[in-house]
């Protein structure tokens, strides 16, 4: 490790450390003491680690958590959030007492990091994730900000049982990530066993040597070891650092330290005993007297709300042309904005994002196959409004990373997702190809919005939207070339349908989105042939829904309403408009959706086969 660079702190900073670090662990037992619930061992085997970081190694404003100077730091195993709380209220964010509401339903301390506080960048809990986000923040900064900040993140042993975490270890290392740091608290036991490796140092040094980090094995509990490492860690150029820490879960405590059974619950009645004896090692029970180092420079705000298309979009109606091609385009357009950037899962010759790619290549990131990674460092690039993110891949692929994304809402990221290749109509590629899944994934996303452009101007707008829209966005596009039917002009927003085609005298109304829905056009002009009319809507988006909208029209043909999607039945379309009509007399919905495993063969063909083209809407609508 670097010896010629490193200054050891002197003897009063390193007992200062060494304090602070049994301070953390009393605080970890009387906040879980307090809530009868937690996991104080797992905190207590990270004490000296937080310390070193928090208090030593790390550069950030402790008044202003989120400055964009700031070093970044991600608890990867969330469930030791009370040590992560006690560092910033020692640090003297707020009153130490306050950790005693810990869990508390009217406190923000909540059992694992959210943020609704000012500190926490992205929810974490579900293990195998933090590290993702870590290297998007880290990518953001050396490549993006091209700014000093580092990112640390600390995980468990056990969540290094996650596919994820190598993912996001070759990714890291791969674009050279030195401003990334890794730390491993290999305290050797999990929830309910000891963990695979246990201590065994060695193999994890090996297995994070082959993925191409840095790696040093350290004494967890030494503050010099701990502070040596990290600082070595700043000396190496591109390569990221990973520190193993070995360590002891419920470190101090006797009885407790390196036992089973003690994960996920507060220490009762030996909380007392504990305490004490942690205590008692405190040399200076009072203010701890470090100066925390703020960031060296500074890093510019950056204004997400005017992101926009420099031009309208410029095409003829009637000329066909894939949603996925118009994605592409719209994605380049919009990029000229500098704050916008694009990722993908090694799939942009298909979603088209290599458009973006080419004309903006500084600002595209190729996760290559690895969309549960995609999805964490999409979340890390957007994290502290660093960036407009727009994640692309094969929509069936995103199901992958439905954890990641579930808790990105958690984490209340703006990240925008693309899936192409949806449906049936994708064709001869088969069932493993199809997103038939996708919309019902979206739209049980809390806070989402869920478009579903049906031609090329639509498609523009929709990525013109999700560009300023909050929360997660999905937006769903086809492979095969559809008709333009909007005007270059025409307004869309989300939440708000478009009636195609309205009669006096409809006898239903037919609501399709993508494929579907020209499948339906094709329905309308068949029945005009015989002198049947139907209203025509596209939604747009299916969350929201444009509820008033398809009310209107329902009502005025009789209140029948036809859905039609290239989606399983389960959570798409059908159940989104049954849901808007629920409570409504006098209207019915018929549902036409994929209700078989499909499989291989032309377009056309499958979206009959599957009953969902214009020959089975105009069945149905003769049917009613």
């Not at 070995?246 to 101090?252: A, H, N, P, V």
Request: glycine share 8%.
């Amino acid at each position: 490790m670097g010896d010629d660079q490193y200054h050891r702190p002197d003897s009063k900073k390193l007992q200062a450390l060494r304090d602070i670090a049994e301070k953390l662990r009393v605080h970890s037992i009387e906040a879980t003491s307090a809530s009868n619930s937690g996991h104080p061992t797992t905190c207590m085997s990270a004490a000296e680690i937080m310390s070193v970081l928090f208090f030593h190694t790390m550069k950030y404003k402790v008044d202003v958590p989120k400055d964009p100077a700031n070093d970044r730091f991600i608890m990867s195993k969330g469930h030791a959030a009370p040590i992560l709380y006690a560092a910033w209220a020692e640090a003297g964010l707020f009153p130490v007492q306050n950790l005693l509401n810990l869990r508390k339903i009217d406190s923000d301390l909540e059992g694992h990091p959210t943020p609704r506080l000012s500190f926490v960048d992205v929810a974490t809990g579900s293990l195998g994730q933090g590290l993702s986000v870590a290297a998007g923040m880290a990518y953001t900064g050396k490549y993006l900000d091209k700014a000093d900040y580092r990112t640390y993140c600390l995980l468990g042993d056990g969540e290094s049982a996650e596919g994820s975490v190598w993912e996001a270890m070759a990714f890291a290392s791969y674009y050279k990530l030195d401003n990334l740091v890794a730390i491993f608290d290999v305290n050797r036991l999990g929830q309910s066993q000891p963990t695979a490796l246990q201590h065994d140092m060695d193999t994890y040094r090996l297995r994070c040597e082959a993925f191409g980090f840095n790696t040093y094995i350290v004494d967890g509990h030494s503050i010099d070891d701990l502070a040596k490492a990290l600082h070595a860690a700043t000396t190496v150029k591109d390569k990221p650092t990973c520190i193993l820490a070995k360590t002891f879960k419920g470190r101090g405590a006797e009885g407790i330290e390196d036992k089973e059974g003690w994960h996920g619950k507060a220490l009762g009645a030996k909380a007392e005993a504990a305490l004490a004896e942690i205590k008692g090692r405190i040399k200076n029970q009072g203010a701890h007297g470090i100066t925390i180092n703020a960031p060296s420079g500074a890093v510019p705000v950056h204004d997400l709300s005017a992101v926009k298309l420099p031009s309208p979009p410029a095409y003829k109606k009637g000329d066909k042309i894939a949603t996925r091609v118009a994605y592409g385009t719209a994605l380049t357009k919009l990029g000229e904005n500098t704050s916008v950037v694009a990722v993908d899962a090694e799939t942009k010759n298909s979603t088209h994002a290599e458009k973006f790619m080419k004309a903006h290549p500084d600002r595209f990131i190729e996760c290559f196959i690895a969309e549960q990674n995609m999805a964490g460092v999409a979340m890390g690039c957007a994290c502290r409004d660093r960036a407009v993110v727009f994640a692309s891949a094969f929509a069936c692929f995103l199901s992958r990373a439905f954890d990641q994304i579930r808790m990105g809402a958690i984490s209340q990221t703006n990240v925008n997702f693309c899936g192409s290749h949806c449906g049936v109509s994708i064709g001869e590629d088969g069932p493993s190809q199809m997103a038939l899944e996708d919309l019902a994934l979206f739209r049980s996303v809390h806070g989402s919005t869920v478009f579903y452009p049906s031609d090329a101007v639509s498609m523009e707008r929709a990525v013109e939207i999700a560009a300023v829209t909050k929360g997660i966005c999905f937006i769903r596009s086809s492979r095969p070339a559809t008709a333009v039917i909007f005007d270059n002009d025409e307004k869309f927003e989300a939440g708000k349908a478009k009636v195609v085609f309205r009669h006096d005298d409809a006898k239903a109304t037919v609501i399709g989105v993508g494929i579907t829905l020209h499948e339906a056009i094709e329905a309308h002009d068949l029945l005009a042939k015989e002198g049947i009319h139907i209203n025509v809507i596209d939604p747009f988006t299916l969350k929201p829904i444009d509820k008033d909208t398809i009310i209107q029209a329902a009502k005025a043909s009789g209140g029948k309403i036809i859905t039609v999607e290239d989606h399983y039945p389960q959570g798409g379309l059908g159940e989104a408009v049954s849901s808007a009509v629920a409570g409504e007399t006098g209207i019915s919905v018929k549902i036409m959706a994929v209700t078989e495993l499909p499989r291989s063969g032309p377009p056309k063909v499958l979206i009959d086969m599957f009953g969902i083209s214009a020959k089975k809407i105009v069945e149905a609508v003769k049917a009613l």
